[in-house]
């Protein structure tokens, strides 16, 4: 037994997962009854993510503003123009996608207690909100965008502290690091258990009657992660981009695939960003709002379904407002939460640009769901790589000017 577990230890990770994510399948096809308990450590694998990664970045954050020396450049600027660009690029190749092979629906019961948002200024609003939420309460609950508003001025406010106070501060993030660590290493039995879950409770044939809207979705996140996201980071560093997409998708796409949540997969970008060797003043700012606003997957699942509903309805559209559609996915992105189905609420908004009805809207509401459990972890994959993707391309692309050798197999 001792020499196994040496053995499985001395696997990477990813095939770890991919040996458990087997396991699951196996299980929850053949024996679905005997399995379902194993799903329990699905959920205690996403609880003990979610648990530890609020406090996490509070740390990491104050921890790398207090300890920020003058004159060293971060690249923050950079890494917000390639989220907003890559999220806005990603509602538009979801419009072409949607105008290139048209899909109508099957339309479901409506989804009832959901109260989506009445239009982008209250989408705004409630971001802005959100950066000023109490803190404890922001922990509380997961409000990554208010736990870093406060995480930035308690590190500004920390600047002239006691070397010994900082001291502690980073010893906390590095103690809270190691647990995130642990915790990780759990990810094999984890994803076993979630891929039961999800196998026993909806099933596959679920999902055939909408296969032509799935193929739709997951066409436009592929394209999207091996075209547009791989040319914007070879604009920007002038290499091959494709070894570090991989890496991303690999390291970081398959834990979100399964956790169906961008903020529970913080700690595994952190843990990557670190591997590839980025400045932690910078990811630790990056990767927190990234799981916040860089929300590709959710303004292709939100223009896809939106123009699902429009040609179901036999709405003519024109270039111009398929345009103002790509904007507004983008935007209403930036306002999706990061947990799972966190997108969905926001499809009855960009269709009010249309004048359909919130009935109907709802209704498709109620198909994304339907569809979600492969919908959204693959919005997940999408969205919480790319954190990753282009915070390390931000960096990157300063070493370019600098003369620095790039090494992404590091």
Same mark, same amino acid.
């Given at each position: 037994?001792?020499?196994?577990?040496?053995? %499985?230890?001395?696997?990477?990770?990813?095939?770890?997962?991919?040996?458990?994510?087997?396991?699951?399948?196996?299980? $929850?096809?053949?024996?679905?009854?005997?399995?379902?308990?194993?799903?329990?450590?699905?959920?205690?694998?996403?609880?003990? &993510?979610?648990?530890?990664?609020?406090?996490?970045?509070?740390?990491?954050?104050?921890?790398?503003?207090?300890?920020?020396?003058?004159?060293? *450049?971060?690249?923050?600027?950079?890494?917000?123009?390639?989220?907003?660009?890559?999220?806005?690029?990603?509602?538009?190749?979801?419009?072409?996608?949607?105008?290139?092979?048209?899909?109508?629906?099957?339309?479901?019961?409506?989804? *009832?207690?959901?109260?989506?948002?009445?239009?982008?200024?209250?989408? &705004?609003?409630? &971001?802005?909100?959100?950066?000023?939420?109490?803190?404890?309460?922001?922990?509380?609950?997961?409000?990554?965008?208010?736990?870093?508003? %406060?995480?930035?001025?308690?590190?500004?406010?920390?600047?002239?502290?006691?070397?010994?106070?900082?001291?502690?501060?980073?010893?906390?993030?590095? $103690? &809270?690091?190691?647990?995130?660590? %642990?915790?990780?290493?759990? $990810?094999?039995?984890?994803?076993?258990?979630?891929?039961?879950?999800?196998?026993?409770?909806?099933?596959?044939?679920?999902?055939?009657?909408?296969?032509?809207?799935?193929?739709?979705?997951?066409?436009?996140?592929?394209?999207?992660?091996?075209?547009?996201?791989?040319?914007?980071?070879?604009?920007?560093?002038?290499?091959?981009?494709?070894?570090?997409?991989?890496?991303?998708?690999? *390291?970081?796409?398959?834990?979100?695939?399964?956790?169906?949540?961008?903020?529970?997969?913080?700690?595994?970008?952190?843990?990557?960003?670190?591997?590839?060797?980025?400045?932690?003043?910078?990811?630790?700012?990056?990767?927190?709002?990234?799981?916040?606003?860089?929300?590709?997957?959710?303004?292709?699942?939100?223009?896809?379904?939106?123009?699902?509903?429009?040609?179901?309805?036999?709405?003519?559209?024109?270039?111009?407002?398929?345009?103002?559609?790509?904007?507004?996915?983008?935007?209403?992105?930036?306002?999706?939460?990061?947990?799972?189905?966190?997108?969905?609420?926001?499809?009855?908004?960009?269709?009010?640009?249309?004048?359909?009805?919130?009935?109907?809207?709802?209704?498709?509401?109620?198909?994304?769901?339907?569809?979600?459990?492969?919908?959204?972890?693959?919005?997940?994959?999408?969205?919480?790589?790319?954190?990753?993707?282009?915070?390390?391309?931000?960096?990157?692309?300063? %070493?370019?000017?600098?003369?620095?050798?790039?090494?992404?197999?590091?």
């Amino acid at each position: 037994m001792k020499n196994l577990m040496k053995k %499985w230890n001395g696997l990477s990770l990813v095939k770890r997962i991919i040996i458990g994510l087997i396991i699951g399948i196996i299980l $929850a096809v053949t024996i679905p009854n005997v399995a379902k308990p194993l799903s329990i450590f699905g959920s205690l694998f996403v609880g003990a &993510l979610k648990a530890i990664a609020p406090i996490l970045v509070l740390f990491l954050v104050t921890s790398a503003i207090s300890q920020h020396k003058s004159g060293h *450049e971060t690249n923050m600027k950079t890494v917000i123009i390639l989220y907003l660009l890559g999220t806005f690029l990603a509602g538009l190749v979801a419009v072409i996608a949607s105008f290139m092979f048209p899909v109508s629906l099957t339309l479901v019961a409506g989804v *009832e207690n959901i109260t989506p948002p009445g239009g982008v200024v209250e989408v &705004l609003k409630a &971001l802005l909100l959100n950066l000023v939420d109490n803190p404890v309460k922001a922990l509380f609950n997961a409000n990554y965008i208010g736990i870093l508003a %406060w995480a930035v001025i308690l590190g500004f406010a920390l600047k002239n502290a006691a070397s010994s106070t900082k001291l502690i501060i980073s010893n906390v993030s590095d $103690a &809270l690091s190691q647990m995130v660590v %642990w915790v990780i290493n759990f $990810a094999p039995l984890g994803i076993m258990g979630l891929v039961v879950d999800t196998i026993v409770t909806s099933g596959i044939a679920s999902l055939l009657s909408y296969g032509k809207l799935l193929l739709l979705l997951l066409g436009s996140m592929i394209f999207v992660a091996l075209v547009v996201n791989p040319i914007m980071v070879y604009v920007a560093i002038r290499q091959n981009p494709y070894p570090l997409v991989f890496k991303c998708l690999k *390291e970081s796409g398959i834990t979100a695939f399964f956790t169906r949540s961008s903020a529970a997969n913080i700690p595994v970008n952190m843990s990557l960003c670190e591997e590839l060797g980025l400045d932690k003043d910078t990811y630790s700012v990056s990767i927190p709002l990234g799981a916040t606003i860089n929300m590709a997957g959710a303004a292709i699942t939100i223009s896809v379904l939106t123009l699902a509903a429009v040609h179901t309805l036999g709405i003519q559209v024109d270039i111009g407002t398929a345009i103002i559609l790509s904007v507004l996915s983008a935007v209403s992105a930036c306002g999706a939460s990061g947990v799972a189905g966190g997108s969905l609420l926001l499809v009855p908004l960009a269709c009010s640009l249309f004048g359909v009805p919130s009935d109907i809207a709802m209704q498709v509401v109620g198909v994304g769901f339907i569809v979600g459990v492969i919908q959204d972890s693959a919005e997940t994959a999408l969205n919480s790589s790319t954190d990753a993707l282009f915070t390390a391309t931000a960096e990157y692309s300063k %070493w370019r000017k600098e003369g620095k050798k790039i090494n992404i197999s590091k």
